[in-house]
């Protein structure tokens, strides 16, 4: 059975930084779309973060441009975001996402809680 499980959450203060890990098991990780998603209480999942299954092309929301990273390792079926100043409005739970080519099956993870706040 696919599972996505992520880590790496916390808190942390505004300017700070962090890493969270997305560890897929149970399908084959190249085969998918890599992204991160958040949501806040009171408003809807948002998209933040896209790394393709084959050759890496990444793309952001504006909101994070330039702060965060997504990056993938298929040798370790590991996504990887990178968040560097991070800002209260960053405060959501992050959760991972595998979408394979054709769009036909997604998965997704529990979700890691992300806290931005002195």
């Known amino acids: 059975q696919p599972q996505l499980v992520e880590s790496g959450g916390g808190l942390v203060q505004p300017g700070g930084s962090l890493r969270l890990s997305c560890i897929a098991s149970?399908?084959?990780?190249?085969?998918?779309?890599m992204s991160w998603y958040r949501q806040s209480p009171g408003k809807e999942r948002e998209l933040v973060a896209t790394i393709t299954r084959i050759g890496g092309t990444t793309t952001y929301a504006d909101s994070v441009k330039g702060r965060f990273t997504i990056s993938r390792d298929n040798g370790k079926n590991t996504a990887l975001l990178q968040m560097n100043s991070l800002k209260p409005e960053d405060t959501a739970v992050y959760y991972c996402n595998a979408l394979s080519r054709y769009r036909q099956y997604t998965y997704w993870g529990q979700g890691t809680q992300v806290t931005v706040s002195s």
């Open positions: 149970g399908l084959t990780f190249s085969a998918f779309d």
